[in-house]
């Protein structure tokens, strides 16, 4: 995935005066396309260029920050969640109570990735927790995760014949997001350069010809 430039952000003026817009848009695209909810406390966010660049013109706004210098060292850090090659990134928010954050915190501590998995048919895929230290799982109720897709499993997530989920399954929380959506299946597969939904059908019908 291409990173971020300079080129790519709105001017801070701009952006600031047009910021609900962008903010409503933001939140659609995200519903529609890269928000995937699993229960009442957990959802992933997958990350792009798309959800990157709001993230980072807020940062913007609010820091009101116009020096290059200073602009080119906030890309530097964000390009660095975009997906690698073949995997899909995510961030993992926690919804909590807050009046018993402790406790509510603990209740997470030890999630593994083996616990959080992507179902494409029959094929599991076990998260890789990136930020599984303890000093990580202490920052609270943000963490980032990460699928990796062979080949096969690319083409599988675009195949419409594969059921595509996610399952999280921990003591006292068990919870499926249910099939997802053809909008959410091709965002997805376009982080890792898959095809347009419904490509692997005609290629398969044109082979059996």
């Known amino acids: 995935m291409e990173p971020l430039e300079l080129d790519d952000l709105l001017p801070l003026e701009e952006f600031a005066a047009r910021r609900r817009e962008f903010f409503l848009a933001h939140a659609r695209y995200l519903d529609r396309h890269r928000r995937v909810r699993l229960g009442p406390c957990v959802t992933l966010v997958f990350e792009n260029r798309q959800t990157l660049w709001f993230r980072l013109q807020e940062v913007i ?3 009101r920050l116009t020096e290059p210098t200073r ?20 961030a993992l928010l926690l919804e909590i109570d807050e009046t018993k954050l402790a406790a509510e915190l603990a209740r997470w501590r030890d999630l593994h990735g083996d616990q959080l998995t992507l179902h494409l048919g029959s094929t599991l895929i076990p998260a890789d927790l990136l930020t599984s230290r303890p000093e990580d799982r202490a920052i609270g109720t943000a963490h980032w995760v990460q699928f990796a897709l062979d080949e096969e499993n690319k083409c599988r997530l675009m195949d419409r ?3 595509a989920g996610f399952r999280i ?10 099939a997802l959506g053809d909008d959410v299946r091709e965002s997805l597969a376009s982080d890792l350069g898959g095809v347009p939904m419904g490509a692997t059908d005609a290629s398969r019908r044109a082979k059996s010809v």
């Open 161 to 163: 014949r594969f059921a």
């Open 61 to 63: 706004r609010i820091a």
């Open 169 to 178: 399954s921990m003591p006292g929380y068990v919870h499926e997001s249910g």
């Open 71 to 90: 602009l080119r060292q906030e890309l530097a850090h964000y390009n660095r969640l975009l997906p690698r090659s073949g995997c899909l990134q995510a």
